[in-house]
């Protein structure tokens, strides 16, 4: 199994996740000719995707969705209906030689999820766009392979923009984002001794920065002894990021 990110950002946002010749989308909130440039990167095209799944129904996330089959797309009830086939969270369906199981996350959207993708014994975890790490979600995604967790902004750097304090109150809410510390705190519940590689997802590009997210995890996981040998990475909202075992 591999990923291959596009784009991670307020700005739009798509992952595809692979494996064997399955192809799965993860949103879709860029253009048609993003996806396909990104795609071309690792050798494939849109006409690849077996199915799109979808985070929740802010425009970043699902602006895109008119460019793809309807019948192909799924989302939690309410999240983009009737614009997509229903899936329920915890209850995992199949496309192809992939298990996807939809997560419950904390965001301010109609019935936002993050998801699972199982694929023989690899298993990656997608969670962004949430407040809080919800765990009742334990039971379901302990001990991936890979993990993609938001880690969207330094509160300090928050606190200092020319935002308005409703919009920063908003962002820091339950029903939010999570901060650098508050998404390595999740990582940590999530992690196990399969995990690999961890990538930090949907950095604000006025309230964070790579270095600063990293650093707060290398500070929170050197306090809890975590293995230095998980790889951990920021998704970039301007150009693409490959994960798990992708081979030319």
């Known amino acids: 199994m591999y990923f291959h990110n596009i784009a991670s950002g307020s700005k739009g946002n798509a992952t595809i996740v692979v494996s064997n010749k399955t192809v799965i989308l993860i949103d879709m909130g860029i253009s048609f000719v993003s996806l396909e440039e990104g795609m071309k990167e690792v050798g494939l095209t849109p006409n690849e995707i077996d199915a799109a799944i979808f985070t929740h129904d802010h425009s970043d996330h699902y602006r895109g969705l008119k460019f793809l089959k309807t019948k192909k797309c799924y989302a939690l009830e309410g999240t983009l209906t009737p614009l997509c ?38 298993k990656l975890v997608y969670m962004t766009d949430t407040g809080m790490f919800m765990e009742e979600n334990l039971n379901y995604c302990k001990n991936p392979d890979y993990l993609v967790i938001e880690s969207n902004h330094d509160i300090q750097m928050l606190m200092l923009t020319h935002r308005p304090q409703l919009l920063k109150d908003r962002i820091m809410s339950e029903h939010g984002h999570l901060c650098n510390e508050d998404s390595a705190y999740a990582s940590l519940d999530i992690i196990g001794p399969k995990t690999k590689e961890i990538y930090l997802a949907h950095l604000s590009e006025e309230a964070n920065t790579p270095e600063k997210a990293l650093e707060a995890y290398e500070h929170i996981f050197k306090e809890h002894d975590v293995s230095p040998d998980i790889t951990i990475k920021c998704l970039h909202q301007w150009h693409s990021t490959t994960g798990g075992k992708y081979e030319n």
């Open 85 to 122: 086939n229903v899936c329920n969270l915890f209850e995992p369906f199949e496309i192809k030689d992939i298990k996807i199981t939809p997560l419950l996350t904390s965001h301010d959207a109609t019935n936002p999820c993050g998801y699972m993708l199982e694929s023989g014994d690899e």
